[in-house]
């Protein structure tokens, strides 16, 4: 009986690059997680560990972003129809390649900086009741509404310790997916429009505070559901901060003036914050 090497192929799983083009006042992002598979002659690397037909996955990620800052992103197919031919064609031991492309999309919201992300958002309520004619409430919210700026977050003038190493920036993307939960002074709200106009109030506040930290557009955004909701007396809040780091791209001859960005997914900052009106009724076991 003979062990043989059987079907293989090898990459970079889900490369997230973010990139935006400032072409003019208003900003068009594309959002998207690429995946690179490349087969051929790859026997020697599993049978002996010879690593010389070996493009690194690494090498891989990198051709992503140097590509995004160079040739743009159009229509993902065209992106994906020309990593796929650079690495069978630049490669000699690479015979095919495969690419996948996810691309998120994003509405914009008021302005020319500032996008929701579409889908995914879940509505969200939570009653407690001790029956008819007991004690009830209702905490309304809503979880994962992905917004993000492309400009206009600044985060700077921190606090410094011997293991802070964050550049301050007066120029960086902000995004998050807002978790936010509300409740009311009374039963009987209508909930359905309170519910759409907290949402549009919790947008428009986003986009339209020029942030210093994440901390001051939460508030921002607590203050103006209360402002425009009567019936609203308190916002719980919990945003993570969805860090994108722009791509150095100097190794490759390219600059990158803000174009290019790794969206992390972890670890992420997470901001957390209730904003109330002072004479909201006590409630605490409304939000258990
Ligand atoms: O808006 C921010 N708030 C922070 O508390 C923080 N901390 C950090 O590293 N980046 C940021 N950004």
Same mark, same amino acid.
């Given at each position: 009986m003979a062990i043989v090497l059987g079907p293989n192929r090898y990459g970079k799983a889900e490369t997230r690059v973010v990139r935006v083009s400032r072409d003019g006042d208003?900003?068009?992002?594309?959002?998207?997680?690429?995946? %690179?598979?490349?087969?051929?002659?790859?026997?020697?690397?599993?049978?002996? /560990?010879?690593?010389?037909? $070996?493009?690194?996955?690494?090498?891989?990620?990198?051709?992503?972003?140097?590509?995004?800052?160079?040739h743009g992103i159009g229509e993902i197919e065209d992106f994906a129809l020309l990593l796929a031919r650079h690495f069978v064609d630049s490669q000699r031991a690479v015979a095919h390649a495969r690419v996948e492309i996810h691309e998120y999309g994003w509405d914009r919201i008021a302005g020319p900086h500032s996008f929701v992300r579409d889908g995914g958002e879940v509505r969200t309520a939570l009653v407690h009741s001790d029956g008819t004619g007991g004690a009830e409430? %209702?905490?309304?919210?809503?979880?994962?509404?992905?917004?993000?700026?492309?400009?206009?977050?600044?985060?700077?003038?921190?606090?410094?310790?011997?293991?802070?190493?964050?550049?301050?920036?007066?120029?960086?993307?902000?995004a998050t997916a807002v978790t936010a939960r509300w409740r009311y002074r009374a039963l /009987?709200?209508?909930w359905g429009e309170s519910y759409r106009a907290a949402r549009a109030a919790l947008l428009g506040a986003f986009a339209g505070t020029h942030s210093l930290s994440l901390q001051q557009t939460l508030y921002q955004m607590g203050r103006? $559901?209360?402002?425009?909701?009567?019936?609203?007396?308190?916002?719980?809040?919990?945003?993570?901060?969805?860090?994108?780091?722009? %791509?150095?791209?100097?190794?490759?001859?390219?600059?990158n003036d803000n174009e290019v960005y790794f969206a992390a997914d972890r670890p992420y900052g997470l901001i957390e914050g209730s904003v109330l009106i002072d004479d909201a009724p006590d409630a605490p076991s409304a939000w258990v």
């Open positions: 208003a900003h068009r992002i594309k959002d998207l997680s690429v995946s %690179v598979s490349l087969s051929g002659d790859m026997d020697e690397v599993h049978l002996s /560990g010879d690593n010389s037909a $070996v493009l690194p996955t690494d090498s891989q990620k990198n051709t992503v972003f140097a590509f995004a800052r160079q409430s %209702v905490v309304s919210g809503l979880t994962d509404l992905v917004v993000l700026k492309s400009t206009g977050s600044e985060f700077h003038g921190f606090a410094e310790d011997a293991y802070t190493t964050l550049a301050p920036t007066d120029d960086r993307i902000l /009987g709200a209508p103006r $559901v209360l402002g425009e909701r009567p019936e609203i007396c308190e916002v719980r809040m919990a945003m993570p901060n969805k860090h994108h780091f722009l %791509v150095d791209l100097k190794p490759f001859g390219l600059d």
